[in-house]
């Protein structure tokens, strides 16, 4: 790259598509059937057949308002429904109903990124393509399952304030936590009911005005978001570091070769002639259900993490990385609330809870959580109270971190007791006197070139040392201690 290159920065927005946990669907009283057999859950209003009238979902339009509070939106008193019409298989009636220039929620904000809109719309039914055989494979036909039809959207709109796409993985993690801490919705991108498209652009670094943006549509995890949208960045500032143009367009990113293909260019976009829906009434929204929905309100992550910080004296990073992930944040004061003895700081906790234990459990975002159990902690062997007695004694001293490690190995395994299997083990730590001092003394004599080095000022070359005690006293010996005595047994 030469000197005089530009560089230009990534410009981002999401459009997030959340299916909301009603018990019936949007415009009519099918119940939602995620996994049920295909087309048993279906009527002549979701079916889109002549005659039959839609009526709108007013626990919907409840955890709508729910969701406005949550992001800080302006709750329109008046909003109306849009026929949006467009052909697909997957949509009977010709048109999806949605909410076009009028929709529930306008303007807000979730952490530093802005929320232009929240509107409420119907879900189309669900395309599945089979080949000839009839098996799942190829695509020799479609069909197609109308449970999913006329389920509740809400879909929310942000400005285009990211910056890079472990920002967008972050803040949708944040949104994620705040949608199931609100109850409005399952959020489980494996079944779809959390999808997410991502609208890229680049501009000279400096500049306001936007650039040209291109579309990723649906991916299927937070990581593919990502790295989707770390790809199309660097493609877009290649094609304009060469002198090209990004052309709008609708990408498909696979995650499987990281190659980005295009779907749909500008000229086949849709013109989707919106009207105002005639079937249904404009939704205006009365005194009491804001009173109910302000009512129905949980604490949020951020109030959490505030409430973690202040009340409970958690570091920020602590409380904002258990508040966001609120498996953990449940975990951790579960834990904290365990009558133990000796009871464990809440500092020290925290930190077991977002590292030892979830490193363990794998998975690092939760990602499957509400779904599968990845990564959280409530779902695994590791009781709450059982981490806390285990921290308990480690802060204690009553073993060293390393036996704290091997025992939580056992607890992630099999479940247990942390002071039974600290008994059982013979894990408890030793104390400094003569048996540490002996190890200590043999761990010299065995790396005398390193003990040489220490006693020459190279602190860091203490390492083997370390390891040798630790070995011999199968990780018991308290990591401090040790160093205590390897310094005074060189005479430094
Ligand atoms: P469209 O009319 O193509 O749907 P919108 O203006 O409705 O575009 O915006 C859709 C989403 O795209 C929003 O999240 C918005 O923040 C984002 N967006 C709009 N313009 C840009 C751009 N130039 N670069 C990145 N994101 C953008
Ligand atoms: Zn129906
Ligand atoms: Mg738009």
Not at 232 to 240: A, D, F, Y
Not at 309 to 334: I, K, M, P, T, W
Not at 350 to 362: F, H, I, T
Request: aromatic letters at 4%; one cysteine or more.
């Amino acid at each position: 790259m030469s000197a005089a290159a530009v560089e230009y920065e990534p410009v981002i927005g999401l459009e997030i598509h959340v299916q909301l946990a009603t018990r019936t669907k949007m415009f009519c009283g099918c119940e939602l059937s995620f996994g049920d057999p295909p087309n048993t859950h279906t009527c002549p209003v979701c079916l889109g057949l002549p005659g039959s009238l839609p009526v709108a979902n007013a626990r919907a339009v409840h955890f709508g308002l729910m969701i406005g509070m949550a992001l800080g939106c302006e709750l329109a008193p008046r909003s109306i429904f849009h026929r949006k019409n467009y052909f697909y298989p997957d949509l009977p009636k010709g048109y999806q109903i949605s909410q076009y220039d009028e929709p529930l929620c306008s303007g807000g904000h979730l952490g530093d990124v802005r929320i232009h809109r929240v509107h409420l719309e119907e879900d189309a039914a669900k395309l599945v393509h089979v080949g000839a055989s009839g098996r799942i494979h190829g695509s020799d036909a479609s069909i197609v399952d109308f449970n999913r039809g006329g389920t509740p959207l809400a879909e929310i709109v942000t400005e285009p304030d990211l910056r890079s796409g472990e920002q967008a993985r972050e803040w949708l993690t944040l949104l994620r936590t705040t949608l199931r801490q609100l109850g409005v919705s399952d959020v489980n991108m494996e079944e779809g009911s959390l999808r997410c498209d991502a609208n890229i652009s680049v501009r000279p670094v400096g500049t306001q005005a936007l650039g040209v943006k291109t579309e990723l549509k649906n991916m299927n995890s937070f990581r593919f978001i990502e790295r989707g949208i770390r790809a199309e960045v660097s493609r877009q500032q290649k094609l304009l570091g060469e002198g090209g143009q990004v052309v709008q367009e609708t990408l498909h990113f696979d995650p499987a070769s990281e190659r980005i293909t295009s779907l749909r260019s500008k000229e086949e976009a849709h013109d989707y002639r919106y009207f105002p829906e005639p079937d249904l009434l404009p939704v205006a929204i009365e005194q009491a259900m804001l009173e109910e929905a302000r009512a129905a309100m949980p604490e949020l992550p951020a109030a959490r993490a505030q409430r973690l910080e202040q009340e409970v004296g958690l570091s920020s990073d602590s409380a904002h990385q258990l508040a966001f992930r609120a498996d953990l944040g449940d975990y951790f004061e579960a834990a904290l609330s365990a009558k133990v003895d000796p009871a464990p700081p809440a500092q020290a906790l925290a930190n077991w809870v977002a590292g030892d234990l979830v490193g363990r459990l794998g998975g690092d975002d939760g990602e499957g959580a509400g779904g599968g159990a990845g990564g959280d902690p409530n779902h695994s062997r590791v009781q709450a109270s059982a981490l806390a007695a285990l921290v308990g004694l480690v802060s204690a001293k009553r073993i060293s971190v390393g036996a704290g490690r091997q025992v939580l190995d056992r607890l992630v395994a099999e479940g247990g007791d942390p002071l039974a299997i600290v008994q059982s083990e013979g894990l408890e730590a030793m104390d400094g006197g003569e048996d540490l001092s002996a190890i200590v003394a043999a761990a010299l004599t065995a790396n005398a070139d390193a003990a040489e080095r220490v006693r020459g000022g190279n602190a860091k070359a203490i390492g083997p040392i370390i390891g040798h005690v630790m070995r011999e006293t199968k990780g018991r010996a308290d990591g401090g201690e040790v160093t205590r005595l390897v310094n005074e047994q060189l005479g430094l």
